[in-house]
T-cell receptor, first 115, second 112 residues
Framework: KAGVTQTPRYLIKTRGQQVTLSCSPI?????VSWYQQTPGQGLQFLFE???????NKGNFPGRFSGRQFSNSRSEMNVSTLELGDSALYLC??????????????FGPGTRLTVL | DAKTTQPTSMDCAEGRAANLPCNHS???????VYWYRQIHSQGPQYIIH???NNETNEMASLIITEDRKSSTLILPHATLRDTAVYYC?????????????FGRGTQLTVWP
């Protein structure tokens, strides 16, 4: 099975711009979770989508949003970029069913730099 | 989700067993202990999980104390490629699926 893929791998933006990141989960997985990793805050949960619905949400401002498509692919959008949004953005997929475990498979991440 | 406490760093000689401890004294009865690791600049990788029994797979063993307030991840024969940050996470199933709260983890350095 192919693993979780994320595009693009690297991105440079300027303050005030917006950005969209993409994640393709493992075939058959219906849950996609997004995380932000910075040296200061570590790995932080952003949100999780399951069957096109946001099921869990972390503590991030509304500038961070996401969506999931019927094929389980997911996108994450950050509007009005700030310098502090510079981070590694990771997505993870899992079956997501109620009787499954929380074993998540992570992609390689998208490195976002905001100038 | 219950909070976990791990040492900031540990080191281990190559070929020896690496024993990584984790305290989770507020764990509830239906919460599992998960271990993930992150090799520098890569996405985290699932290692193992358990509820109350000891578990073993091809990567590691997980020992959970009888009161479930602490656990130890054991890498039986550490190699240089095991150098990574190891995260101990306590989480349940059901509505909490898809959401993992990572702490700071333990930086394990395996030296030759």
């Amino acid at each position: 099975k192919a693993g979780v893929t994320q595009t693009p791998r690297y991105l440079i933006k300027t303050r005030g711009q917006q950005v969209t990141l993409s994640c393709s989960p493992i075939s058959g997985h219906r849950s996609v979770s997004w995380y932000q990793q910075t040296p200061g805050q570590g790995l932080q949960f952003l949100f999780e989508y399951f069957s096109e619905t946001q099921r869990n949400k972390g503590n991030f401002p509304g500038r961070f949003s996401g969506r999931q498509f019927s094929n389980s692919r997911s996108e994450m959008n950050v509007s009005t970029l700030e310098l502090g949004d510079s981070a590694l953005y990771l997505c993870a997929s899992s079956p997501g069913l109620a009787d499954s475990y929380n074993e998540q498979f992570f992609g390689p991440g998208t490195r976002l730099t905001v100038l | 989700d219950a909070k976990t406490t791990q040492p900031t760093s540990m080191d281990c000689a190559e070929g020896r067993a690496a024993n990584l401890p984790c305290n989770h004294s507020t764990i509830s009865g239906n919460e599992y202990v998960y271990w993930y690791r992150q090799i520098h600049s890569q996405g985290p990788q699932y290692i193992i999980h358990g509820l109350k029994n000891n578990e073993t797979n091809e990567m590691a063993s997980l020992i959970i104390t009888e009161d479930r307030k602490s656990s130890t991840l054991i890498l039986p024969h550490a190699t240089l490629r095991d150098t990574a940050v190891y995260y101990c996470i306590v989480t349940g199933r059901g509505s909490t699926l898809g959401r993992l709260y990572f702490g700071r983890g333990t930086q394990l350095t395996v030296w030759p």
